[in-house]
């Protein structure tokens, strides 16, 4: 949600996006990580 919120004042995931990321949900890509791996292993029990 704050992903999407942060691109109503910025348009493209550069540096001042990181930054403000980073300030709201601190270590963001280790949360983003987390969220990637989980989806990945529904996906995985779905198919079997």
Do not use: D
């Not at 992903?3 to 910025?10: A, G, M, Q, T």
């Not at 601190?26 to 969220?35: A, F, I, P, T, V």
């Amino acid at each position: 949600m704050v992903h999407e919120l942060l691109h109503f004042s910025v348009p493209n995931h550069g540096k001042l996006w990181k930054s403000l990321m980073r300030a709201h949900l601190g270590e963001y890509e280790l949360l983003e990580s987390r969220m990637k791996q989980a989806a990945h292993n529904n996906l995985l029990e779905i198919k079997v």
